[in-house]
T-cell receptor, first 116, second 115 residues
Framework: DAGVIQSPRHEVTEMGQEVTLRCKPI?????LFWYRQTMMRGLELLIY????????DSGMPEDRFSAKMPNASFSTLKIQPSEPRDSAVYFC??????????????FGPGTRLTVT | GENVEQHPSTLSVQEGDSAVIKCTYS??????FPWYKQELGKRPQLIID?????GEKKDQRIAVTLNKTAKHFSLHITETQPEDSAVYFC??????????????FGTGTLLAVQP
């Protein structure tokens, strides 16, 4: 398996623009997590899905952020409009939840977002 | 909700020495504690984890200990090598009246192993 795939790997955009980050989880994994990593705030959970359904979005900073998971192999995190303080590395992670005792989350390579 | 504190924020050791990183958690019901290693510019990767029904787990040069009474757990790395240099994150499974599927991460420890 190729692991968790994220695109783009780097994104530079201007303040006010819409940004869409994409994630493909490991096949067969039914949990998907979106994290944001900054020096100041560390690794923060934004939202997670189980079987494509959003379970907890309490970490989503504000209405400018939205996430979807239209099917088991694809998720998006959208920021509209983007602001300089959104600059961070965004990680997607997935986990197998069906009948396994492992809680290990597998992280993607991340998307480094810079908003100027 | 669960809160995880991690110390120290930076740690420098000589190659061959041991390194210890400590974390405390707030909810006594939490039952799963993983450690992730993140090399510069890379993704976090699980290196070891422990569940609340055991007090210690070892994997070669890495060990994790758990003290449920004191609500703290520690990562021990022996015979450190330069390739151990990275940021290490502890985490605890979230507990909000019951187990959740969230991991609450500590703030990370930058470990530098000096050759």
């Amino acid at each position: 398996d190729a692991g968790v795939i994220q695109s783009p790997r780097h994104e530079v955009t201007e303040m006010g623009q819409e940004v869409t980050l994409r994630c493909k989880p490991i096949s067969g994994h039914d949990y998907l997590f979106w994290y944001r990593q900054t020096m100041m705030r560390g690794l923060e959970l934004l939202i997670y899905f189980n079987n494509n359904v959003p379970i907890d979005d309490s970490g989503m900073p504000e209405d400018r952020f939205s996430a979807k998971m239209p099917n088991a192999s694809f998720s998006t995190l959208k920021i509209q409009p983007s602001e300089p303080r959104d600059s961070a590395v965004y990680f997607c992670a997935s986990r197998d939840g069906g009948g396994t005792l492992s809680y290990e989350q597998y992280f993607g390579p991340g998307t480094r977002l810079t908003v100027t | 909700g669960e809160n995880v504190e991690q110390h120290p924020s930076t740690l420098s050791v000589q190659e061959g020495d041991s390194a210890v990183i400590k974390c405390t958690y707030s909810d006594s019901a939490s039952n799963y504690f993983p450690w992730y290693k993140q090399e510069l510019g890379k993704r976090p990767q699980l290196i070891i984890d422990i569940r609340s029904n055991v007090g210690e787990k070892k994997d070669q040069r890495i060990a994790v200990t758990l003290n449920k009474t004191a609500k703290h757990f520690s990562l021990h790395i022996t015979e450190t090598q330069p390739e151990d240099s990275a940021v290490y994150f502890c985490a605890a499974r979230g507990w909000e009246g019951g187990a959740t599927n969230k991991l609450i991460f500590g703030t990370g420890t930058l470990l530098a192993v000096q050759p």
